[in-house]
């Protein structure tokens, strides 16, 4: 059972917008920006923070991308033309000689509105039949047709958050586009005080007596298509985090009862859109879940602080076998109580999941991968004998005896970090028990 939570307000949800820009620092008044290549590359920046990036592609064809050109003033585009205009004589010469040239028969001419080309916030591929050149005028008039990234390029290379922008590569396994710096967040929640999170009347009710969230997530990734075989070659993301949780749960129990459940505030989600070649959907899920067993009518409570530090995760999409973790070094301390003549066990856990959704060249790529880290406490209590026991006043007995006249209480750490990668797999990547507690508190 998830209950719904009605009475927290998560941090707005947030997309940061890269959209098409010209290159920073970049020379547009050199002649060679004219010579078609087979390397191109584009910029991108963010629409309302810092961070920009870069997409470079193989192009099947020569191209050109018009906005590294400084000396075109105007672009005009119709169903099946476009038109360049220059103000430079000398930078005309140079593309009428370097386009007109018969290795240049057919060619690619990127736009970004520069005229009416363009869908918004995207950049346009123009395929060339032919290209006429008006002297007087200083205009280029281009027969072409639209096309778009997967018929004209060869292969396309995507990577995030590691490699400095503006840097163009020329091989397929370098990494090509880049979001600068790498995406990173930072959310808190907590649960208002005495938030009840399980009920099932008249046997049980679970409340959390404090409950709060915090993490750091940063990610960064990479992906590599190859057009000539419509096959995606790599995708991975690298994740580092870290997670921390102060949990007080009280559990009053009416009769024999036993029950599993989780509670989950709502979602956070942290958007990165580039239209028309990268969406990411980074999604933040924290919950709460128990686990309880009660042979009597009895009032259990436990409460624990956990954190997990410098956790990161290689996230490999496509191959489980490349996914691994290193870091995640956990610390913690815990506390549990029991008032009633019962055998009984209080299994609490906080979880935080990290979900990123995919999307690429306008939906060709949708996928979604992610992990989930999960610590918890098992606690186990066979109490006899009395009710109402406190355990700081008692005498500890860990003889081979056993525990007749007293509180047996049995603690173990538990914490299991999990991956998974839409239709590809699913696995536990590292787990760990480490027992905390095994003793008898007697008053015998």
Known sequence: MV????????SQNST????????PRFDRHNLKNVVPSKNTSCYYSANSTSGSMVVNNTMKYP????????????????????????????TFEKAQSAWASSSN?????????????DAELERSYFLTNSISFDSDTL?????????????VATYTTIAFGSVEAGVTNTTNDKRDLVIDPRYTFSPAIALAEDTVLFEYDPYLTITADNASFSSDITFSGYLAYNWWLWKLD??????????????????DVKASYETAFSYAPASLYYGVSVP????????????????????????????????????????????????????WTPTYSATADINGQVQAYLNPSA????????????????LSTGLTAKPGFDNSFTLTGGVGVDLGGLKNITNAAGCTQGLQLNSNFTFALDAFATQWYSATLYEVNVPLLDKCYSWA
Request: hydrophobic content about 50%; charged content about 15%.
């Open 63 to 90: 191209t050109v991308v018009l906005e590294d050109i400084a000396s075109i003033i105007n672009v005009d585009c119709t169903a099946d033309s476009v038109a360049v205009t220059f103000n430079d004589t000398t």
């Open 234 to 251: 790599a995708f991975y993301f690298d994740i580092d985090a870290g997670f921390k949780a102060d949990l007080a749960l009280s559990a």
């Open 276 to 327: 028309g070649v990268l969406e990411l959907g980074p999604m933040l899920q924290f919950s709460v879940g128990t686990e309880i067993g009660v042979s009597a009518a009895a009032h259990l409570s436990t409460a624990f602080e956990v954190a997990l530090a410098n956790g990161n995760i290689h996230l490999d999409v496509l191959n489980s076998k490349n996914t691994g973790v290193s870091g």
């Open 105 to 117: 028969a057919s060619m690619v001419l990127i736009t970004n509105h520069l005229g009416d080309c």
């Open 3 to 10: 209950p719904v939570l009605a009475d927290v307000n998560p």
């Open 16 to 23: 940061k917008l890269y959209i098409p820009s010209k290159k």
């Open 351 to 366: 979880s935080l999941t990290v979900e990123i959704a995919a999307k690429a060249f306008g939906g060709l790529i949708d």
């Open 139 to 151: 205009v280029a008039t281009a027969s072409t047709q639209a096309a778009n990234i997967s018929t």
